[in-house]
């Protein structure tokens, strides 16, 4: 597999708290499970998917954690257009 290369847009993984380390408070399923901290940003030298990287964010902020996602994108919607709700705003005739 080739590297992927420095600069591209990619996606890490973190774990920010074991199990072990997660609130006593918390349902028991979510419990049982690490929390994850997901960032995207630019790859700052050439890796493959799994290695350990740094990223450079779009604020610059500097991260590291495992490489899981080359050129991520959102897959979330606000659902199906209301047609009523297109015109609010500029009905407004001064």
């Known amino acids: ?15 920010v708290l074991q199990p072990a380390q ?24 050439d890796a493959d998917l799994g290695d350990l990287v740094e990223i450079k964010t779009i604020i610059g902020r500097t991260i590291a954690g495992e490489l899981k996602v080359i050129l991520p994108s959102y897959a979330h919607s606000f659902g199906t257009v209301v047609p009523e709700l297109l015109t609010i705003g500029t009905e407004y005739e001064p």
Do not use: C, H
């Open 22 to 45: 997660r609130s006593a408070s918390l349902p028991e399923d979510t419990k049982k499970v690490p929390y994850i901290l997901r960032v995207s940003g630019f790859l700052q030298s």
């Open 1 to 15: 597999m080739n590297k992927i290369p420095k600069g591209t847009w990619v996606e890490i993984e973190q774990v």
